[in-house]
């Protein structure tokens, strides 16, 4: 009932910036709590950040400062604007919804270069 696609993810140099973006379809209310997590081989998926519709935001203490996180209710899509990437920071970025249950995106792949 609800699809979310990301969309904005590649290859970058270290130090570099990269804005995802997520657009939700399905829902024709404002989706309370949306996010992003990020997922490496071998690894269990992280959250990255997340913001609620009223404004509200988290993240995660290694992305604090680089990355920012913002929502158009309106549109029900989020972004995820990174900068000083590291490459630490490589993996599949999942956009993430929370409403009645929890919905994930097909994920898209950031890169960073050392």
């Known amino acids: 009932q609800v699809q979310l696609r990301e969309h904005g993810g590649g290859f970058v140099q270290a130090g570099g910036s990269l804005r995802l973006g997520c657009a939700a379809s399905?829902?024709?209310?404002?989706?309370?709590?949306m996010g992003w997590y990020r997922q490496v081989p071998g690894k269990q998926r992280e959250l990255v950040a997340t913001?609620?519709?009223?404004?509200?935001?988290t993240y995660v203490d290694s992305v604090k400062g680089r990355f920012t996180i913002s929502r158009d209710n309106a549109k029900n899509t989020v972004f995820l604007q990174m900068s000083s990437l590291k490459p630490e920071d490589t993996a599949v970025y999942y956009c993430?919804?929370?409403?009645?249950?929890?919905?994930w995106g097909q994920g898209t792949q950031v890169t960073v270069l050392s």
């Open positions: 913001l609620a519709a009223a404004g509200t935001s």
């Open positions: 993430y919804a929370q409403v009645d249950g929890s919905w």
């Open positions: 399905g829902p024709i209310f404002v989706i309370p709590m």
